[in-house]
């Protein structure tokens, strides 16, 4: 890598994001104005060169973000952009409204979007195909008039070239002749293959000699590949929205793109150091939309660098760039090893480290831990999805025998639904702790929810600590589903401490049970984590 | 589209599913005997060609798939396929006990893995690179002379290629002279971008002329784009999981392959009329697998032709083939405007029609069927994957008045567990029937197996129908997973009178009560099955 002190790059390549114009269109996210100049904000610690804000003029939001943005962002690497359309029909662009909202917004960059395929130009638009012309070079050059950089998103670009390449071409020329720094080929209906869109863009390259951008839709599944594509082509400016948000199934994903640009085609399109923070600024864009981070996000996904086979970790022990296309920590991602029955002696080991138990040296213990797992796995049990159940498990055989803060003497739940009244739920434990025995009751919505209350109950007076454990998330997932309700029965438990998260595991004949045993180890885990020594 | 009848494609282009067997390195997936036998069941029924079921002899469980599939499982479309690896260094292929696992897991098609990147031969197998070919040459002839076809997977191809591209080029000379049908390039780490894919492809055919399948891992975002760069290439079988499922970030993902195959290169890779069954057979393989379906997912997912309104909305009604890529029909998807319930009615108008009800001539029922599915699946419940509780819902809305056998007084459910005994359940159910108050207690595993015979006991001699009427499967899913054991439950039950086999489904905060409202809809269903009249 280069000079750190490098804040901005040079022109020759654009990231451009546009999470907070077109990403806001994905089914169900709705950002406020202070969420949208927080993701503003990760995404210039991020290093992208442009940010699209909104369409200043369009909605009350997007007006006010430009005006905030103008006093309350101080960004170290990026431009804002306004977005916008091409001028009204039979108007004049000096006159139009919205083309002065967009000036009012003190961005210094415009991207206008104009209709590049012929049928949308008739039927949308409801104009001749020279206006169409006529409006595009009007508009930027009204723009440029005013001192405001321009890129113009060729709408339906793509579709358009193939039902009449002629008139794409034209409006092509029409944006660069006018002064538009970058003109952005768009996939607008997503359902471009890589090899069109290659073939297309060289095409255009060479016809109009304009600087090219690219805007994909994930329609196809394609929409990375399809920004490389014209890349590869000679496109130096790509459009993309964090976590590939956007309409439909969304667009290109910015992270992979420029993993691809800076890993693959060893590419500088970031600032120098910032690579190493896309994992972090992926989740935090995610909490910040509400929306879970995908776990299976290339590049910056929990799983993304997580290994399951066995028939992989004897090889990984040995070298682990046989088994990674890249190195994780260069997005800021780590590898991780799965422990499942798939799993051999070596990425116990593994895991163990992780954990920060060396069971290199003891091979007994490593394989007592492997034949424990695959018996309990066997059984119904799954560690890849329950780490704390799986430390819990190698911490009882490194100590040769359980951690227990507490005994079970019995526990009962009560469901019932009495005639005109809504169902209700009670449950009573009898626990013994500290050589004292505690009884406890409960209520709460469905009878794991009454255990954990009385559970809780039981203890706290004796483990204050457990006033910070809170029970997250709560799967049920029933095993061999041949044998009806009668069936086995695996809970998995989320809990958190408020500072860390951590899930256990359990499985019994019934969902009650299964509750149980995970809801131990959960709160065995948490006194753990909170430094108590347990019970002998 | 073409004739019909022919069930089986011809040779010409593989579609080759490893769901079960790359797809279940999956974090999270883990996959019992009779979810693989289902999954398969559902692939069979897409069309795929080919379906590797796993590793026989690696895992018992893999053993007992192969064993139950022989006798259980009834293929329309597709072969079976066992995969396994090339015979151990420095033996004979005829003396290899997991080559003859594969012989005796009786599927007539093989996959061997190979290693074909030097490194990994001499790091991971630790042998020379000339055994390495004897082991691919040995193997792949052992398994002809035992009439198996086989299949090569060059683990590692492509980075193999870029390493030593003379040794890789010389393992698929081996594998295709040693009698292997298919040698496929396996992108095994997922890093490769399609034009790198395209690239070595057409070298590869080009020198050694074997047939080319292609295998990649979606590490870089790529996947579905890699494997349609090698089918242009010339690689005429892709080898891809259902939603994408697989080690790390995933594989490539079948759906959006077969999509971009079928619509946009016009390649008919499945059975006449299946492609209608893509988005149905994904959810379905989701539900199986107990993972939420992707709703960006292309072509399949719910949001995948969802229109916000707006800009784009009078375009949408003058032409939809403006906005929107393909026909959602033809993959079996719709699409929604977010706005509108136009889309809504239409479809549950067709699904009327397939239930035996004619709701286009009434369009107040038709509204009123909808208003009534918007607001219950606003409260957690979901049709898709309970037919019979739409049937009644729509039975319900045609009648104008529920189908009711019995009604509820109240239930009770208590499990518990003692000192030193293993956790016990019963349930009693007060219900009246035929004017008769009915009493009655069961025990089962778990509380939802002791309400069901409870209920079952309580009215079998009023409708000894019940006795043929089984619950068969179970399903439980939390909905909004952020409040823990407090969250609303939403329970699925499959139910079968040994002819047919039905869905219900119930939702609640308390996952008893769920249970008991998709019980009431299973013996209810069951009941109008058997021909009997409703209580007024």
Known sequence: MTDGSADRLDDAFHVFDTTLRDGAQREGINLTVADKLTIARHLDDFGVGFIEGGWPGANPRDTEFFARAATELDLRHAQLVAFGATRRAGGRAADDPQLAALVDSGAPVVTLVAKSHDRHVELALRTTLEENLEMVRDSVSFLRSR??????????????????????????????????????????????????????????????????????????????????????????????????????????????????????????????????????????????????????????????????????????????????HIDPERVGNTMRMLVSDMAGRASIELKGRELGYDLSTDRDLAGRVVARVKERELAGYTYEAADASFELLLRDEVHGRPARFFSLES???????????????????????????????????????????????????????????????????????????????????????????WSTVGVADNVVAASWVALQDAYTYGLLRAGLQPED
């Open 147 to 324: 001192d405001r950089r321009v890129f113009v998103d060729c709408e339906h670009f793509f579709d358009g070239y193939r039902a009449n390449r002629e008139y794409a071409l034209a409006v092509v020329r029409a944006a660069h002749e006018a002064g538009a720094d970058v003109v952005v080929l768009c996939d607008t209906n997503g359902g471009m293959l890589p090899s069109g869109v290659r073939e297309i863009t060289a095409d255009v390259l060479a016809s109009t000699g304009a600087r090219l951008g690219v805007h994909a839709q994930d329609d196809t599944g394609c929409a990375v590949a399809n920004t490389l594509a014209a890349v590869d082509a000679g496109a130096t400016h790509v459009q993309c929205t964090a976590n590939g948000y956007g309409e439909r199934v969304g667009n290109a994903n910015l992270f992979p793109v420029v993993g691809a640009l800076e890993t693959k085609y060893d590419r500088r399109v970031l600032p120098a150091g910032r690579l190493p923070e896309m994992t972090r600024i992926s989740h935090a864009i995610a909490e910040v939309v509400n929306l879970t981070p995908s776990t299976h996000q290339p590049y910056v996904g929990v799983s993304a660098f997580a290994h399951k086979a066995g028939l992989h970790a004897s090889a990984i022990k040995v070298d682990p760039d046989l088994y990674q």
């Open 411 to 501: 526990w009962r739940t009560i469901s019932e639904q009495g005639p005109g009244t809504t169902a209700g739920n009670e449950a009573t434990v009898k626990v013994w702790a500290h050589g004292e025995r505690m009884i406890a009751t409960g209520e709460g919505n469905g009878p794991v929810d009454a255990l954990d209350r009385a559970l809780r109950t039981a203890l706290e007076r004796i483990y204050p600590q457990l006033v910070k454990l809170e029970l997250t998330d709560y799967k049920v997932r029933i095993l061999e589903g041949q044998h009806g309700t009668g069936s086995k029965t695996r809970v998995l438990i989320e809990s958190t401490d408020g500072t860390a998260s």
